[in-house]
Antibody, heavy 120, light 108 residues
Framework: QVLLVQSGGEVKKPGSSVRVSCKASGGTFSSYAIAWVRQAPGQGLEWVATIKPIFGTTNYAQKFSGRVTISADESTGTAYMDLSSLRSDDTAIYYC?????????????WGQGTLVTVSS | DIQMTQSPSTLSASVGDRVTITCRASQNINTWLAWYQQRPGKAPKLLIYQASNLESGVSSRFSGSGSGTEFTLTISSLQPDDFATYYCQQYDPHSPYTFGQGTNLEIK
C-alpha cells in the first residue's frame, strides 16, 4: 500500500518562502510521477506542478512559474515543493499526490495535506 | 488551458436516491478524465479514472461515463457516507491539468 506523509503546517510572512515535503512508502518511488495540488480555504482544487523522478523532468502550472520549484530525492523517496515570494492568496492546503499506475495524469494516492498560512 | 465545468454546483438528495453529476470540458479530452470524492477536512479520494474505470476498492455504486467533452458520474443508491464534494479532473497529456469547480452533494 502506497502511503504519502507530508510535513507539518507552516505559518509564513508575506515575501518569504516555504518548503513542503512528501515522503512516500510502498511502491517504487521513481516509477511514478508526483504532483502538487493546492486548495485555498473553501475553494476547489488547483494543480501546481508535477515531477517524474525517474527522468527528473518537471511541469509547472503557468501561474506558478518562477515562484515554485519541485524536486525529488530518490534515495529517501521524498518529494519537495518550494514556493517563494509568498502572498496572502497562497494560503492553502498543499497536497502531494502520486499519479496513476495505468496512465499518468490522474492522482491515485494523496498525502494528508499541509496547511500553509501566509500572514503578516 | 482546458476549462472544466461541473453541474450542478450543489445537489440535494436523500439516502437511496440515484444521482448524476455532469462535467463538461472546453475541448475534446477523449477519456482523459478522473472523478474524486472529498469529505470535509480530508484529502480527495480517487473514484474513477479514464472516464469509466472504477478505482480498486471503490463501491460499484459509483460509475462514470462519457468521452470527448461531456462526462457523468452516477451514484446508484446514495449512502450516508456519499454526502461530500465531488470533483472532475482532466489530464489531457498536451495540456495543464485542470479540475472542475466541484459539486457539493448534500442531504435533502
Amino acid at each position: 500500500q502506497v502511503l504519502l506523509v507530508q510535513s507539518g503546517g507552516e505559518v509564513k510572512k508575506p515575501g518569504s518562502s516555504v518548503r513542503v515535503s512528501c515522503k512516500a512508502s510502498g511502491g517504487t518511488f521513481s516509477s511514478y510521477a508526483i504532483a502538487w495540488v493546492r486548495q485555498a480555504p473553501g475553494q476547489g482544487l488547483e494543480w501546481v506542478a508535477t515531477i517524474k523522478p525517474i527522468f527528473g523532468t518537471t511541469n509547472y502550472a503557468q501561474k506558478f512559474s518562477g515562484r515554485v520549484t519541485i524536486s525529488a530525492d530518490e534515495s529517501t523517496g521524498t518529494a519537495y515543493m518550494d514556493l517563494s515570494s509568498l502572498r496572502s492568496d497562497d494560503t492553502a492546503i498543499y497536497y502531494c499526490a502520486r499519479e496513476g499506475m495505468v496512465v499518468p495524469g490522474y492522482f491515485q494516492y494523496w498525502g494528508q495535506g499541509t496547511l500553509v498560512t501566509v500572514s503578516s | 488551458d482546458i476549462q472544466m465545468t461541473q453541474s450542478p454546483s450543489t445537489l440535494s438528495a436523500s439516502v437511496g436516491d440515484r444521482v448524476t453529476i455532469t462535467c463538461r470540458a472546453s475541448q475534446n479530452i477523449n477519456t482523459w478524465l478522473a472523478w474524486y470524492q472529498q469529505r470535509p477536512g480530508k484529502a480527495p479520494k480517487l473514484l474513477i479514472y479514464q472516464a469509466s474505470n472504477l478505482e480498486s476498492g471503490v463501491s460499484s455504486r459509483f460509475s462514470g461515463s462519457g468521452s470527448g467533452t461531456e462526462f457523468t458520474l452516477t451514484i446508484s443508491s446514495l449512502q450516508p457516507d456519499d454526502f461530500a464534494t465531488y470533483y472532475c479532473q482532466q489530464y489531457d497529456p498536451h495540456s495543464p491539468y485542470t479540475f472542475g469547480q466541484g459539486t457539493n452533494l448534500e442531504i435533502k
